[in-house]
């Protein structure tokens, strides 16, 4: 009675797997990561098991996507804030050998 239910569900994980490898830029990466733990956690509830639906739904859908998106700004701030090949900062430095 289930199975075509499950059958569909274990298609919507395996796509949207697929498209977490395929696609290359960290935002995207981070937000089909949310579609695959929403996925996953409806799987996880057709299987009969709503704990761990729940607990994926927390986990999978919120939390690891929203930590990625934090990681990627705070890299993208620093790669944007670095000059020349010593990887300080720009804050501050530009004022230094103006006042020179």
């Known amino acids: 009675m289930d199975d075509p239910l499950i059958v ?3 298609l919507l994980v395996a796509a949207a797997a697929t498209a977490a490898v ?3 830029d960290p935002v995207r990466q981070a937000l089909v990561l949310s579609v695959l733990g929403l ?3 409806v799987l996880f509830t057709v ?3 709503p704990d761990v639906g729940l607990s994926q739904l927390a986990v999978g859908s919120a939390l690891t ?3 990625l998106m934090l990681a990627v700004r705070r890299v993208g701030r ?3 804030g670095t000059t020349g090949t010593t990887g ?3 804050t501050g430095d530009g004022e230094r050998e103006k006042a020179r």
């Open 88 to 90: 300080t900062t720009g």
């Open 8 to 10: 569909v569900t274990l």
């Open 65 to 67: 996507p929203l930590l």
């Open 78 to 80: 620093r790669a944007k």
């Open 47 to 49: 299987l009969q098991a």
């Open 39 to 41: 996925c996953l956690a």
């Open 22 to 24: 395929a696609v290359r």
